[in-house]
């Protein structure tokens, strides 16, 4: 069965101290990875895709990486601004994502 | 450009009752998805359509419906409404069946 899963579950940050976050996929066939960032009652707000393996998109403090089974998000120097929950979601079929359970990622001053 | 939009934004139903959540978008997209998101779990997807007229089933589809008669529009029905439909509802749209999905801000629905 395909899965994507996402780790940790939680991860609480210093601000300024920089960490990642994993995305592990065995969803055959993949067509695409794409971030997103959730803040507390709102929607899912995109951030990257990525199609191929060795590939690197990078936005402000967020580097997102990927290999053929799993990606990776990292937040140097983070802020707490930075605080959300970053979802990873895999492109397996045409107009068809399945998305991981996110990291809820908390930064204090 | 509002993006997508979803109304209302919460609402409480009564089992047995039945409901639509609206959802449009000013995007001109052709593609239009309804997902649920349960606590702890990724986002599931009911329905899609990929332009008007035309719908399928996603992974979890039993007890809603769907109709798209335009590109903008694309509600989602819930008929005898049941506690396991508690949830927060996201709609989404995107250009192509590959590239990036843009949501809406959600709808809780709470089912006593």
């Known amino acids: 069965e395909d899965q994507v899963t996402q780790s940790p579950e939680a991860l609480r940050l210093q601000e300024g101290e920089s960490s990642s976050l994993n995305c592990s996929y065995t969803?055959?066939?993949?067509?695409?990875l794409f971030w997103y960032r959730q803040d507390p009652g709102k929607g899912p707000e995109f951030l990257f895709t990525?199609?191929?393996a060795g590939e690197e998109k990078e936005k402000e403090r967020l580097k997102a990486t990927l290999t053929k089974k799993e990606s990776f998000l990292h937040i140097t120097a983070p802020k707490p601004e930075d605080s959300a929950t970053y979802l990873c979601?895999?492109?397996?079929?045409?107009?068809?994502?399945?998305f991981g359970a996110g990291t809820q990622v908390v930064v204090t001053p | 450009n509002a993006g997508v939009t979803q109304t209302p934004k919460f609402r409480i139903l009564k089992i047995g009752q039945s409901m639509t959540l609206q959802c449009a978008q000013d995007?001109?997209?052709?593609?239009m998805y309804w997902y649920r998101q349960d606590p702890g779990m990724g986002l599931k997807l009911i329905y899609y359509?990929?332009?008007?007229?035309?719908?399928d089933k996603g992974e979890v589809p039993n007890g809603y419906n769907v109709s798209r008669s335009t590109t903008e529009d694309f509600p989602l029905r819930l008929e005898l409404a049941a506690p396991s439909q508690t949830s927060v509802y996201f709609c989404?749209?995107?250009?192509?069946?590959?590239?990036?999905?843009?949501f809406g801000p959600g709808t809780r629905l709470t089912v006593t």
């Open positions: 989404a749209s995107s250009y192509s069946g590959s590239t990036e999905q843009y």
């Open positions: 969803v055959s066939g993949l067509r695409g």
């Open positions: 990525l199609y191929s």
């Open positions: 979601a895999v492109h397996y079929s045409w107009g068809k994502l399945q």
């Open positions: 995007m001109n997209h052709n593609y």
């Open positions: 359509s990929v332009g008007a007229g035309i719908t």
